[in-house]
C-alpha cells in the first residue's frame, strides 16, 4: 500500500480562518493580546469569548467564530482586515453598532455605563498609510438628555518598511505580512512566535484545516475580485496546494454557483469528466 505524501502548504497568519484559529486558543490567544496591549493599550486579560459558536462541536462553525469578547460590562470585537475595501470597513462597523445597540433596552431606557470596543488589525498596509486608529462614538438620547460616550474604534497597522531594527511586536506583525515559513523565520527568533510559526505548519497538514482554509479564500476572491481574478486563484490554489478532497468540495461549491464545466476544471484541477459525474451525483440528491 502506497502512503499518500501531503505537500506543505503555506498558511498566512492574515487570513480570517487562521487568525480565529488561533484566537480561539487559549494558549495562542496570549500572543494576540500581547500584540493588542502594546499597540491600543487595552489589556484583555480576564476576557472571555461569549460567541455562540463558541466550542459547538461542529469544526466548520467553529472555524468561522467571531471574535466577541466580555468582561463585566465590557465588549470587545476583534477584527481582521486583509484589504481596504469600503465593504470589509463597512461590516466591521455594522457589527460594532448592531452589538452596542443590542445591549441596551429601549423601552427601560438603561444607561448605564457599557463599553463596547472595535479592535481592527489591518495586515494589508503599514502605519504610513492614511488612516485614523482611535475613534470614539458617542449614543444620545434628546429626549431625555443623557449622552453616553461608550463605543471605541482602535486599528492596528503594519510597522513602517525599512527600519533598521524592529522590536518584538513589530516583528509580530511583519509576520501577518509573509509569503512563507521560512520568510518568518528569518523576521523573527522569538520563542513564542516560533510557536504561532510551527503551528501554522502543521496546520499545513492538516486536511479539514486546509479545505476551510482554501474555500475560505477561494469564496473571498470570487465575491471580491472580478470575475477572472478569481478563477486564477482558484486555480493557484486547486492546482498547486489542494488534496483530492479540497479540489472536489471546492468543485461543489462551484457547481452550486452555476459556474460552467471548463471553469471548474481550471479552477480546481479536476478532470472535466469527474466534474461531470460529481454534478449528476447532485443532481440526484
Not at 48 to 57: A, M, Q, R, S, V
Not at 204 to 224: A, G, H, Q, T, W
Not at 259 to 284: C, D, F, P
Amino acid at each position: 500500500m502506497q502512503m499518500q505524501i501531503v505537500e506543505k502548504q503555506f498558511i498566512s497568519l492574515a487570513k480570517d480562518t487562521v487568525f480565529k484559529y488561533l484566537f480561539k486558543s487559549k494558549y495562542f490567544r496570549k500572543w494576540f493580546e500581547e500584540i493588542i496591549l502594546d499597540q491600543t493599550g487595552i489589556n484583555l486579560l480576564g476576557y472571555e469569548l461569549i460567541d455562540g459558536e463558541h466550542n459547538t462541536g461542529s469544526k466548520n462553525k467553529d472555524y468561522r467564530l467571531d471574535l466577541l469578547l466580555e468582561k463585566g460590562k465590557e465588549l470587545v470585537v476583534i477584527e481582521m482586515n486583509t484589504s481596504n475595501s469600503p465593504s470589509n470597513l463597512f461590516k466591521n462597523y455594522s457589527y460594532l453598532f448592531r452589538i452596542a445597540g443590542n445591549r441596551y433596552d429601549k423601552q427601560e431606557k438603561t444607561y448605564e455605563s457599557k463599553i463596547t470596543r472595535l479592535i481592527i488589525i489591518n495586515s494589508y498596509r503599514s502605519i504610513e498609510a492614511p488612516g485614523i486608529p482611535i475613534l470614539y462614538f458617542a449614543l444620545q438620547d434628546k429626549e431625555n438628555s443623557i449622552k453616553r460616550d461608550m463605543i471605541e474604534s482602535y486599528e492596528i497597522y503594519l510597522p513602517k518598511k525599512g527600519k533598521r531594527e524592529y522590536n518584538k511586536i513589530e516583528k509580530r506583525l511583519l509576520l501577518f505580512e509573509a509569503k512563507s515559513f521560512e520568510e518568518m523565520r528569518k523576521i523573527t527568533q522569538d520563542s513564542f512566535d516560533l510557536e504561532i510559526i510551527e503551528e501554522l505548519e502543521r496546520l499545513s497538514m492538516d486536511d479539514y484545516f486546509r479545505y476551510m482554509y482554501n474555500e475560505k479564500e477561494v469564496n473571498e476572491r470570487l465575491m471580491n475580485s472580478r470575475y477572472q481574478e478569481g478563477i486564477d486563484i482558484g486555480k493557484d490554489i486547486g492546482e498547486k496546494n489542494g488534496s483530492q478532497l479540497e479540489k472536489e468540495k471546492i468543485a461543489k461549491k462551484l457547481l452550486d454557483r452555476k459556474m460552467n464545466l471548463q471553469e471548474i476544471s481550471q479552477v480546481t484541477g479536476l478532470s472535466i469528466e469527474k466534474i461531470t459525474t460529481m454534478k449528476q451525483e447532485l443532481g440526484k440528491n
